[in-house]
């Protein structure tokens, strides 16, 4: 991270003049909790705006104050995180068994709790309102990330109905890969549709860390020989499963560790996992 | 600000979240006219501006536990929610019909219009008279009129990367020009 080159992009500008996005807004007071410089910049630009503000002072109208106090009197402060726990109203219901005595008694119930329902769903009602106007003007702000952010999700989920279509599908078999001598605590799962000729590779094999320089590569074994199927890269590539190139008549999958990039044939003494279909 | 008003500061926070309206007062006091001023700048009209004042300390008074000392200054805080508050009560007005197009241009003037200069400020109004009419231009559309960078460019006719530099110009400038003022007091 570049700290000269991040203060001086204008992100901190469009900061304090009100300009930025929600996501930027988080990421400006992460980088200034982390960075002191930026936090430094930042408040010099703070008080900018500050000495601008006390610049433009200007006297309120005397009633305001009284106003403004009388307002907060019936407004309570929200409490981080906490909400108000309802009232429980206590009733003795023990004693004479005289219907009149009950029916009173039922009334007083009923009047108690008219008027409890009443009271909390007219301040609920208050309060709903008051979160309603805070929220659109969140809203306004955040429609724009929302729409960017809701595509993002619509192609998420058409990935994951062809995925789970997949799995359900009759021809698809689970194949657990077993680790060898070589790797034995290793293990990894393949997806593969006889019918249809697709492999899925599970995307977080519990494989042993490789060094930079090696990585693993996946074989169909197809009558008895084997059939490059791509590498594994060492970040997860992929949410869930990742595609793997199409198949058909393997009858065993199986991970070596090979140099990294990849050899056209695979060293077999170093085979991590494997796993007949 | 100096560290025993800071400190008079926290712990006048401290009550206020307790619920002291005695100290909330004090914060009104503190701080009232210089928010009204942003408010009534960015409204464009005392009658609202006092609106939004009511509105924004009301938000204060109820989001007070959510502001932390540690991520910034009481009184930066508390503009944003003033300011906030004010570019949604023009935006609510001239969705309205309430603001004509041409009023909301920008009048190229910081707090001339004010009734009373406090003794401290003499001099600012020059000082800022070294920011160019561009720069000052930039400070209104973005902070007072709540535009985004896109906005001013659409609205002037400049490029966007016009916008920005001159916004960060401005800006900087400001601040050499309230370095050198609080120097001199």
């Known amino acids: 991270m570049d700290i000269k080159e991040y203060i001086s992009s204008g992100i901190l500008e469009n900061y304090v003049l009100g300009n930025v996005s929600k996501q930027e807004q988080q990421e400006v007071e992460c980088m200034s909790h982390i960075y002191p410089e930026i936090k430094s910049e930042l408040e010099q630009l703070q008080s900018v705006i500050e000495s601008m503000a006390i610049k433009l002072e200007k006297n309120p109208p005397s009633h305001l104050k009284s106003k403004i106090l009388t307002a907060i009197k019936n407004e309570k402060q929200e409490a981080l995180g906490q909400k108000t726990e309802a009232k429980v109203v206590a009733i003795d219901a023990s004693g004479n068994s005289k219907l009149w005595k009950y029916m009173a008694a039922a009334s007083v119930v009923i009047t108690i709790g008219f008027a409890y329902l009443f009271y909390t769903s007219n301040s609920e009602l208050k309060s709903v309102k008051s979160q309603l106007s805070d929220m659109s003007t969140e809203m306004y702000e955040n429609k724009s990330n929302f729409e960017t952010e809701l595509d993002a999700l619509s192609q998420k989920v058409e990935k994951k109905k062809e995925l789970l279509a997949f799995l359900q599908h009759s021809a698809t078999k689970k194949i657990v890969l077993k680790g060898t001598d070589f790797q034995p605590t290793s293990t990894c799962i393949v997806y593969f549709n006889e019918s249809t000729s697709k492999v899925f590779l599970d995307a977080s094999p519990q494989m042993e860390k490789l060094p930079q320089d090696k990585q693993y590569q996946l074989w169909a074994i197809v009558d008895g020989k084997p059939v490059d199927m791509g590498m594994l890269t060492h970040d997860k590539p992929c949410e869930d499963l990742c595609p793997m190139p199409d198949v058909s008549n393997a009858q065993a999958f199986a991970i070596t560790v090979e140099k990294a990039g990849g050899s056209p044939t695979p060293s077999l003494d170093k085979l991590a996992v494997i796993g007949n279909v | ?185």
């Open chain 2, 1 to 185: 600000m100096s560290n025993p008003e800071i400190h008079i500061e926290l712990e006048m926070v401290n009550q206020i979240k307790s619920g002291n309206t005695e100290a909330f007062e004090r914060l009104y006091d503190n701080y009232s006219k210089a928010l009204f001023g942003v408010s009534s700048k960015i409204v464009r009209s005392d009658e609202v501006a006092e609106d939004v004042l009511q509105e924004a300390f009301v938000k204060i008074w109820k989001k007070i536990h959510s502001y932390d000392a540690s991520k910034g200054r009481l009184f930066t805080w508390m503009l944003n929610i003033v300011r906030n508050t004010a570019i949604d009560k023009l935006r609510k007005l001239k969705s309205q019909g309430k603001y004509e197009i041409q009023e909301l241009k920008p009048n190229v003037d910081l707090g001339v219009n004010n009734s009373k200069i406090n003794i401290n400020h003499i001099g600012v109004k020059d000082l800022l008279a070294k920011l160019s009419p561009e720069q000052q231009e930039m400070i209104e559309y973005l902070y007072f009129n709540g535009y985004t960078q896109q906005e001013v460019s659409d609205e002037l006719n400049i490029p966007l990367g016009t916008v920005k530099t001159r916004s960060r110009a401005a800006l900087k400038e400001l601040k050499k020009i309230f370095n050198l003022f609080l120097f001199w007091i």
